[in-house]
């Protein structure tokens, strides 16, 4: 078998070794014989009709103990009798199931345990995330002083259970850092680190905790994570990829989260604000969210044929986000594994398929957006305006005398304004006409002409013009708008999915193996929205709880946080993650609250050291025995290096903007140049999140570090580690500039002996000073490299300053130059571009 | 010798080897300086490490060169006589009725091929005088002239042949390929890209994107302007023993790490900066063709510092020859609508191909001269076909052109297992259908998969609760294509 995801393979062998292969123990049918079936046979047993093989049906129990034929796929508790048995334990060719053909045998221990399932009395059990979490108690812990809060007990309980105890707490100065990277995306500042080292309160820690909480980088870091979600991107994506304006609702996200918008409101917002009763201009904006689907247009294309992608993708990443059910299967048959018909998944597309978009050019329906000051002065410019249009148009008597003394002269072949374009030929016609003779609509139309021109008026018509610029909007958002009337859409199933091979006519609602919408409730989005966020939904509070804790432990509980369904991997802790779906609902869910919660855990503040036992026993750290410890994102890397450098513009919002980027000098297909300018001032080094991103041209130092292109929904970013990487942050003029700014500020701020300069690095960089060791070897390198430098002036002075620009007064290049090589060594530490 | 260079040679890799302090970090460490193939295993994190396919493979390696806009097959590969004799006449309305075509409405005129067409080589295939220098080569290629695809529209039907899906997000076949088998080169990229005439493919970069695959795996394009692999040059003012001297010092800090905190991941980043250090070197050398003989220069018709199709070809032999697994070419300009005279089916075609013919010819012949060619598939295509009659806008002027045709077009293979000399499947007397033998897209990819040693239908991924394949639910292996 090929490696179905780089860290996947591993935690599902993990997860088993506590099942119940070991012992006699009882079947669970969730976690020893659901994906058996799931895996083995119920491709052609299971949901969907149309593979269904021998009519049997193997996912229902009263399908599979079904004995009207003569003979039961299962007879509980006499596997002999059992059809099922006897196929899969068969070495008949003929007889074996899966057929050899399919090449997908169930091995003898899946025999095994299906054996004693059906010995044990073959029950089955609804998949466990379609089950309503049930808020489990406390388990009793050995060692009562550990946990922190209830996240602990878990933890612990079953760390007891495999033998493995809790690493000690780490120190305060790998906490702060590590937190601070969690919660804001970037790393404290020495002074944040000396502020928390002093605190000798017993509740240093928390207080640290609400401080990053209530820091504007919260709402920055946690957006950057909710885009991936959403698929947010600057172009529109397909062949030309054309710019596509819609960063206010980046910016909608960034505010949602610093002012702790419940999460549940943020969904209502994001999916149906517009239907909300009177919505704010805010609520428009939120559903931006579902256009940022692609929008196509290259000549030739159908129009329809994109705007059916686009609903498709809102079904998908709907369902995506909120319940980690994949529901692409049933775009084109009915689910194989899942309980999910495509029926099922026409339903919730007839939802969403009735807004006014249709895979325009122009993102139609638009938003405008106004700043506060245009809409403080907005009454008075318009009524000024109306003012000045009425003058512009009224021929006052003094302005009657000035255009007979006009016409006279441009008939006479003069030209009187000679500041204004020619006099156009239709006009000089009418002017060639006796003013007598002339028709009320030539009168009118020359008298217009001659308004538009003159003089006496361009202070009127100037004002006008920069009043227009005043009115015209700030920005503009693509939204949601609901159809009326006559032009709603009927929805009928795509055969194939195919958008142009139509069956039945489908009604809009939700999946029917869920929870139905309440009565009366309208199958609108607005309904859809309340049902991903109901108290009868299982999976959305598991799915965004999972999703919180693989962001700060590195891994979810659900391995697979995209899948929930059949074929994604059980949780480690299934206890615990049911624990805090319940706590996310009963505290309305509050995130900054949960994000706490997870943050001052025990099972948090461990320290990420690992021995070689324990390394071998959980590679994965699956079973958090440690400290979580891992790869930054893209954006943090980059964020880091400007932020300990001293360059990270602190702006918030606004257009999107570009840091620098290789030349590539192509064009695009059929298209404009692909190269961009540069942007200028703080706008060179805004937070990585502001970085335009062009779907067919992703900024290339984040496309290194594993960002993705944001076509569709992206739940789980790899974290991979390549010679790429390197080749970036050693080279990258971004990261070069970073190392020159940093040098600077370690000569300045760290004081005149070497030593002091290092420690300060050190402090900006890992907010820890450095090992005797780590000195010694920088000490080195800075006297070689200043060695080097002393030669070489030119080096010298192209290393220190090229791109950061001219040096500081009275600075010498080779001592400059010689820090900045110890300062690219310090951005490209293991250390640095780790969580630890 | 001068003592600050002195100084600088003397703390060399191996000393700061001897230096290091044991445990485990230093003993990982040195098995990975020391012999990198040790250290290849994707269990330890190098997602390149070598991996073997499902069964012996016919070809190690790819050369994929796409005619970005779509050759005009009917004058290259496709004889058509009956289309010359009716040429001017009303196309008939049966192949027109229901259709849409990108730029055509109404009724066109059909077109017979302006060009000469003659049987090469010993085997006899057909070849237009458009392409001289590939008559040539006649007996080592293998022509599909019943090629087809569901998509008229430039970046769906590219997406369709390099991802498997018209639509943008699924990997591309040189990430599926490298996932599958890992990479060969252990200090150049396993999936390269080359682009010339100054205009990226319609697909964009989704058409060597990994898509939901890791993006380890996507192409790295190389460029012939700036540096040849993003940031392979080190910064301004810091020479090659500056650099490695820092390196050391990097190593050193990042050792103690390892050493302190036991984590694996910090030798495996230290041996990616070496790594990144071999590529600093490997790289501008591999991507210099000036170490090329001027005759073989000059059969390519490359020019050393230029930016041509010629020079690309040249540089993926030289890319296969160090280990690349999959190189893939993109050249702008095979749109013929006859919008231009660079589009027209007579000079146009004739001063288009000429860019064309000598390099791929050269190419085929240079890679069987070194004993590359049995194990390096060479492909060429273009993303469908042009249309038996004239494109609907330029009807009326002086310059010949086609517009978008999906049903039939020709492609050809070299090397790598595929039967040389010859030609698979027939269109019927004008050009409009396929007859015998059609080859979808997914059975092209389906038996390049195959020739790498991968049966398609296990070729997976899961994404999204479903077990992905570049074949998507389709394609069967074209045996008869197979040697």
Known sequence: ?836 | MDPRTERLQHVTRRHFLREMPAGLGAVALASLLNDGAQARDRSSGDPMALRPPHFAPKAKNVIYLHMSGAPPHLDLFDYKPALVKHSGQDCPDRFLEGRRFAFTSGTPKLLGTPRTFAPRGESGIWMSDAIPRLHDVADEICLVKSMYTEQFNHAPAELLLFTGSPRQGRPSFGSWVTYGLGSESQDLPGFVVLISSGVQPSAGQGAWGSGFLPSVYQGVQCRSKGDPVLYVSDPPGMDRSLRRRSLDTLNELNALQAEELGHPETSTRIAQYELAYRMQMSVPEVMDISRESPTTIDAYGAQPGAASFANNCLLARRLVEQGVRYVQLFDWGWDFHGTGPGEDLRDGLTNKCATMDRPVAALIKDLKARGLLDETLVIWSGEFGRTPFREGRTSGGNILGRDHYPDCFAIFMAGGGVRPGYSHGETDELGFSIVEKPVHVHDLQATILHQLGFDHERLTYRFQGRDFRLTDVHGHVVDELLA
């Open chain 1, 1 to 836: 078998m090929i490696v179905r995801s780089l860290i996947g393979t591993l935690t599902a062998t993990i997860a088993l070794t506590s099942g119940a292969l070991a012992a006699d123990g009882p079947i669970d049918f969730n976690r020893d014989i659901r994906p058996i079936l799931s895996n083995k046979c119920l491709f052609c047993h299971g949901p969907d009709e149309a593979e269904r093989k021998a009519d049997l049906r193997l996912d229902v129990r009263d399908d599979a103990l079904d004995a009207s034929k003569g003979y039961a796929a299962i007879v509980p508790g006499n596997p002999d009798e059992s059809e099922l048995i006897y196929r899969v334990e068969s070495e008949d060719d003929l007889d074996v199931m899966p057929p050899p053909s399919v090449a997908n045998p169930v091995t003898e221990e899946e025999a095994e345990l299906l054996r004693r399932w059906v010995e044990q009395g073959a029950e089955y059990a609804v998949h466990w995330s379609y089950a309503k979490p049930e808020r489990p108690d406390l388990p009793e812990v050995s060692d009562p002083s550990w946990p922190s809060n209830p996240i602990d007990h878990f933890i612990l309980d079953r760390l007891h259970a495999e033998g493995l105890a809790p690493s000690p707490e780490a120190d305060r100065a790998t906490l702060i850092r590590r937190v601070a990277l969690d919660l804001t995306g970037l790393p404290p500042t020495p002074e944040q680190v000396a502020e928390f080292l002093a605190d000798p309160a017993p509740d240093a820690f928390e207080r640290l905790v609400d401080r990053l909480l209530a820091s504007h980088s919260y709402g920055e870091h946690q957006a950057r994570l909710w885009l991936d979600l959403a698929r947010y991107a600057d172009s529109a994506g397909y062949a030309d990829d054309p710019s596509r304006t819609i960063w206010a609702y980046r910016d909608w996200v960034i505010d949602a989260f610093n002012a702790n918008m419940p999460f549940d409101r943020f969904t209502l917002e994001q999916m149906a604000g517009d239907l909300l009763p009177d919505p704010s201009e805010s609520q428009l904006v939120a559903t931006a969210f579902h256009r940022n689907t692609m929008t196509n247009s290259e000549g030739g294309t159908d129009d329809e044929e994109f705007r059916s992608a686009a609903i498709v993708d809102r079904v998908n990443t709907t369902m995506t986000v909120w319940m980690g059910t994949s529901m692409a299967c049933a775009q084109c048959h009915t689910h194989k594994y899942d309980p999910i018909s495509q029926v099922d998944y026409f339903r919730l597309y007839a939802i969403l398929n009735n807004t006014a978009d249709a895979d325009l050019r122009d993102e139609a329906p638009l938003l405008p957006l106004f700043t506060e000051e245009q809409l403080a002065h907005k009454a008075e410019w318009e009524q000024e305006a109306a003012s000045l249009r009425e003058t512009l148009a009224t021929a006052t008597p003094e302005l009657k005398e000035a255009q007979h003394d006009w016409e006279r002269a441009v008939l006479a072949g003069e030209e009187p304004f000679p500041d204004a374009p020619k006099v156009p030929e239709p006009i000089l016609e009418i002017l060639r006409v006796d003013a007598s003779e002339r028709s009320d609509e030539q009168a009118k139309q020359l008298a217009d002409h001659f308004l538009g021109v003159t003089p006496l008026l361009q202070a009127e018509r100037s004002r006008l013009a920069e009043l227009k610029g005043k009115l015209a909007p700030h920005t503009t958002v693509p939204i949601m708008r609901e159809l009326a009337g006559d032009d709603r859409r009927t929805t009928r199933v795509q055969l194939r999915g195919n958008y142009l091979d139509l069956g039945e006519e489908v009604a809009p609602g939700v999946p029917e193996s869920f929870h139905p919408l309440p009565d009366g409730a309208a199958p609108d989005r607005l309904s859809l929205a309340r049902w991903l966020v109901a108290d009868e939904n299982p999976l959305t509070a598991r799915v965004v709880a999972n999703r919180c804790w693989e962001q700060v432990f590195g891994q979810g509980l659900v391995p697979t946080g995209e899948e929930f369904g059949s074929q994604g991997e059980p949780p480690t802790h299934p206890e615990l993650l049911d624990w805090l779906a319940t706590e996310l609902v009963r505290t309305g869910w509050d995130l900054k609250a949960f994000f706490k919660l997870l943050v001052t855990s025990s099972t948090y503040r461990q320290s990420s050291r690992v021995d070689p036992d324990l390394l071998e026993r959980d590679p994965a750290n699956i079973f958090l025995a440690r400290g979580p410890r891992f790869r930054l994102s893209a954006e943090m890397i980059r964020d880091q290096a400007l932020f300990v450098s001293g360059l990270l513009s602190p702006q918030m919002h606004g257009p999107p903007v570009n840091p620098p980027r290789p030349a590539t000098g192509l064009n695009a297909a059929f298209g404009s140049a692909i190269d961009r300018e540069t942007s200028t001032g703080q706008n060179r080094y805004r937070r990585g999140l502001y970085t335009e991103w062009r779907r067919t041209n992703p900024y290339p130092s984040m496309t290194t570090f594993d960002a993705p292109n944001r076509e569709v929904c992206t739940v789980r970013r790899e974290r991979t580690n390549t010679p790429l990487q390197a080749l970036v942050t050693l080279n990258d003029p971004v990261y070069v500039e970073a190392a020159q700014a940093l040098a600077r500020r370690m000569v300045r701020e760290g004081g005149e002996t070497a030593d002091d300069r290092i420690r300060r690095g050190f402090q900006l960089c890992l907010a820890r000073d450095p090992s005797e060791a780590e000195r010694e070897h920088l000490l080195a390198l800075v006297e070689d490299a200043r060695l080097a430098f002393s030669g070489d002036p030119e080096a010298a002075l192209a290393m220190a300053t090229d791109p950061l620009g001219p040096l500081p007064e009275g600075a010498a290049p080779d001592e400059l130059a010689a820090w900045t090589v110890v300062a690219n060594v310090l951005l490209n530490l293991d250390e640095m571009v780790l969580k630890r």
